[in-house]
């Protein structure tokens, strides 16, 4: 065991943490990330990994890990498993945080040249390891907060990193953003892709992770056939609720709250949402609560959205939308939304 996260080698020592329930796989684990190598069967063959609850309210690859371990299978490659935010996942309930407040997002840590942190410095350690693990490939298992077909974000758009997004869903969001993700600092090794689950806590999404992590187990890499993802989308904006602004989903305007967003917004994910859609209101006269940015983060909210004297916010140009969040909290932690384009 080192300081900073749990280090297992094999079955042996693993094993015993693995009985019980998903929850009490967290309790052992004891508020620490953990980092897995089951060695190979074969010398020579690259090895994989598989990541999950980076973000601690995202169960669905995390469940499909820990049974996938409680097997004990060998593949002819080493499989490399890292836990993330056990803290988040085990604090207050069960995976009901994204992360901690006294804690940075743990998919935003990684590559940071000169850590200042704790969680960064856990970060940097892991990475170090798997710079010399000879990974040939990696993916990093998360949930949505609203609602959103399967998909992969692809951090690169090179062929070997498509092929790997298509393995694992129809639909490919490619990200432009540098944002010290995971899924980013790994493709410096290998084609690194992050598979977007669906909402967290539902048993169908877990299956359909343990279906993704099975695909990838099993697929020769080197000669995955050339079935291209059916839609790919390219993140081009970022849209947040300016800082100072107390808002909420649905309800009324109060004393307290300067902006209600309409609910079920989500539903357009994927979809359109049309020039002349009204997504909110704020109390008449207000200046615009919302802010758009490009992925030079350069302000570009005049082009999407304006507010009219009654304080209706209104998108003025079509766009797809895309991880539109139904929560306060995974507004502020990440974002509203991002707008796409097709690619
Ligand atoms: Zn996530």
Not at 26 to 36: Q, S
Not at 185 to 190: D, M
Request: with cysteine; hydrophobic share 45%; glycine share 8%.
């Amino acid at each position: 065991m080192t300081e900073l996260y749990h280090r297992f080698e094999g079955y042996d020592l693993l094993k015993p943490l693995l009985d019980g329930s998903h929850e009490d796989v967290l309790v052992a684990l004891a508020g620490k990330p953990a980092l897995i190598r089951i060695p190979g069967t074969e010398r020579g063959p690259g090895a994989r990994l598989i990541a999950c609850l980076l973000h601690g309210n995202e169960d669905s690859g995390y469940r499909a890990a820990v049974d996938l371990l409680r097997a004990g299978a060998h593949w002819p490659f080493d499989l490399w498993v890292l836990v993330g935010n056990v803290r988040a996942a085990s604090s207050e309930g069960w995976f009901a945080h994204r992360y901690l407040d006294d804690q940075e997002d743990f998919n935003r840590v990684w590559g940071a040249i000169r850590p200042t942190t704790r969680m960064r410095r856990c970060a940097g350690a892991i990475l170090d390891e798997l710079a010399s693990a000879n990974l040939h490939a990696a993916v990093d298992l998360h949930n949505n907060t609203g609602q959103n077909p399967f998909y992969t974000i692809a951090p690169v758009n090179d062929a070997e990193t498509i092929r790997l997004a298509s393995l694992c869903c129809d639909t490919l969001l490619l990200w432009g953003q540098r944002a010290l993700t995971l899924m980013e600092a790994l493709s410096a090794y290998c084609p690194a892709v992050a598979v977007e689950c669906g909402l967290p806590g539902r048993l169908e999404h877990a299956a359909f992770a343990a279906r993704v992590i099975d695909r990838f187990l099993s697929a020769d890499l080197g000669n995955i056939d050339g079935h291209a993802p059916s839609r790919v989308l390219e993140i081009r904006y970022r849209v947040s609720v300016r800082r100072e602004v107390p808002f909420a989903f649905g309800g009324a305007l109060t004393d307290d709250v300067d902006l209600v967003l309409r609910p079920e917004l989500d539903a357009h994910n994927f979809g359109m949402l049309l020039a002349g859609t009204v997504i909110g209101r704020a109390s008449p006269g207000a200046a615009m609560p919302l802010v758009a940015t490009d992925m030079q983060r350069r302000d570009t909210t005049e082009r999407f959205f304006r507010i009219t004297g009654s304080g209706d916010i209104v998108v003025t140009e079509d766009v797809i939308p895309v991880m539109f969040t139904t929560t306060v909290e995974q507004t502020r932690r990440d974002c509203l939304f991002y707008v796409t384009r097709p690619s």
